[in-house]
Nanobody
Framework: QVHFLESGGGLVQPGGSLRLSCKAARMITSTFNPATMAWYRQAPQKQRELVATISGGRETNYIDSVKGRFTISRDNARKSVYLQMNSLKPEDTAVYYC????????WGQGTQVTVAS
Protein backbone atom coordinates (compact mmCIF):
# COMPACT_ATOMS: atom_id res chain seq x y z
CA GLN A 1 0.00 0.00 0.00
CA VAL A 2 1.18 3.48 -0.82
CA HIS A 3 1.19 5.81 2.11
CA PHE A 4 1.52 9.57 1.75
CA LEU A 5 2.75 11.79 4.56
CA GLU A 6 1.72 15.42 4.10
CA SER A 7 3.01 18.32 6.18
CA GLY A 8 3.55 22.05 6.15
CA GLY A 9 0.05 23.38 6.56
CA GLY A 10 -1.01 26.00 9.04
CA LEU A 11 -2.83 29.26 9.62
CA VAL A 12 -1.72 32.14 7.42
CA GLN A 13 -3.05 35.59 6.63
CA PRO A 14 -4.31 36.44 3.14
CA GLY A 15 -1.35 37.19 0.92
CA GLY A 16 0.92 34.91 2.89
CA SER A 17 2.84 31.82 1.82
CA LEU A 18 3.18 28.19 2.82
CA ARG A 19 5.21 25.28 1.48
CA LEU A 20 3.63 21.87 1.68
CA SER A 21 5.62 18.65 1.61
CA CYS A 22 4.56 15.12 0.85
CA LYS A 23 6.61 11.97 1.17
CA ALA A 24 5.52 8.82 -0.60
CA ALA A 25 6.70 6.70 2.27
CA ARG A 26 5.93 3.28 0.87
CA MET A 27 6.27 3.95 -2.84
CA ILE A 28 9.33 2.30 -4.32
CA THR A 29 11.65 4.55 -6.29
CA SER A 30 11.15 2.73 -9.58
CA THR A 31 7.43 3.41 -9.29
CA PHE A 32 7.66 6.95 -7.92
CA ASN A 33 10.08 8.36 -10.47
CA PRO A 34 7.90 7.96 -13.57
CA ALA A 35 4.62 8.57 -11.77
CA THR A 36 2.53 11.68 -12.24
CA MET A 37 2.04 13.10 -8.77
CA ALA A 38 -0.51 15.65 -7.67
CA TRP A 39 -1.77 17.82 -4.90
CA TYR A 40 -5.47 17.68 -4.19
CA ARG A 41 -7.55 19.67 -1.74
CA GLN A 42 -10.89 19.39 -0.05
CA ALA A 43 -12.61 22.43 1.37
CA PRO A 44 -15.40 22.12 3.95
CA GLN A 45 -18.60 20.75 2.43
CA LYS A 46 -16.98 20.45 -1.01
CA GLN A 47 -15.67 17.57 -3.04
CA ARG A 48 -11.97 16.89 -3.26
CA GLU A 49 -10.41 18.62 -6.27
CA LEU A 50 -7.19 18.27 -8.17
CA VAL A 51 -5.01 21.36 -7.71
CA ALA A 52 -1.68 20.71 -9.44
CA THR A 53 0.13 17.86 -11.16
CA ILE A 54 3.73 17.07 -12.03
CA SER A 55 4.71 14.30 -14.40
CA GLY A 56 7.76 12.09 -14.21
CA GLY A 57 9.28 14.43 -16.77
CA ARG A 58 8.45 17.39 -14.53
CA GLU A 59 5.72 18.80 -16.74
CA THR A 60 3.35 20.74 -14.52
CA ASN A 61 -0.31 21.69 -14.71
CA TYR A 62 -2.51 23.78 -12.46
CA ILE A 63 -6.15 24.62 -12.05
CA ASP A 64 -6.92 28.15 -13.17
CA SER A 65 -7.57 29.49 -9.68
CA VAL A 66 -3.99 28.80 -8.52
CA LYS A 67 -2.01 29.53 -11.69
CA GLY A 68 0.74 32.04 -11.04
CA ARG A 69 0.47 31.55 -7.27
CA PHE A 70 1.25 27.87 -6.64
CA THR A 71 4.28 25.88 -7.80
CA ILE A 72 4.51 22.10 -7.65
CA SER A 73 7.88 20.37 -7.62
CA ARG A 74 9.35 16.98 -6.84
CA ASP A 75 12.53 15.41 -5.49
CA ASN A 76 12.81 11.85 -6.74
CA ALA A 77 15.74 11.04 -4.47
CA ARG A 78 13.53 11.80 -1.48
CA LYS A 79 10.35 10.41 -3.08
CA SER A 80 8.79 13.73 -2.21
CA VAL A 81 6.47 16.27 -3.77
CA TYR A 82 6.16 19.90 -2.75
CA LEU A 83 3.64 22.71 -3.21
CA GLN A 84 4.82 26.27 -2.80
CA MET A 85 1.77 28.44 -2.24
CA ASN A 86 2.09 32.21 -2.49
CA SER A 87 -0.45 35.03 -2.39
CA LEU A 88 -2.83 32.79 -0.48
CA LYS A 89 -6.52 33.61 -0.46
CA PRO A 90 -9.30 32.61 1.95
CA GLU A 91 -10.73 30.37 -0.77
CA ASP A 92 -7.53 28.29 -0.63
CA THR A 93 -8.58 27.09 2.81
CA ALA A 94 -8.80 23.30 2.66
CA VAL A 95 -7.15 20.06 3.66
CA TYR A 96 -4.40 19.36 1.14
CA TYR A 97 -3.46 15.84 0.09
CA CYS A 98 -0.98 14.35 -2.31
CA UNK A 99 -1.50 11.24 -4.39
CA UNK A 100 -0.79 9.83 -7.79
CA UNK A 101 -2.70 10.60 -10.98
CA UNK A 102 -5.01 8.81 -11.23
CA UNK A 103 -5.35 8.70 -7.48
CA UNK A 104 -5.00 5.46 -5.61
CA UNK A 105 -7.35 4.19 -2.96
CA UNK A 106 -5.07 5.05 -0.05
CA TRP A 107 -4.92 8.65 1.11
CA GLY A 108 -2.81 10.24 3.79
CA GLN A 109 -4.12 12.36 6.64
CA GLY A 110 -3.61 15.53 4.65
CA THR A 111 -2.45 18.86 5.99
CA GLN A 112 -4.82 21.68 6.94
CA VAL A 113 -4.32 25.06 5.31
CA THR A 114 -6.34 27.93 6.74
CA VAL A 115 -6.14 31.38 5.20
CA ALA A 116 -7.75 33.98 7.43
CA SER A 117 -7.01 37.40 8.89
Amino acid sequence: QVHFLESGGGLVQPGGSLRLSCKAARMITSTFNPATMAWYRQAPQKQRELVATISGGRETNYIDSVKGRFTISRDNARKSVYLQMNSLKPEDTAVYYCNTVPSGENWGQGTQVTVAS
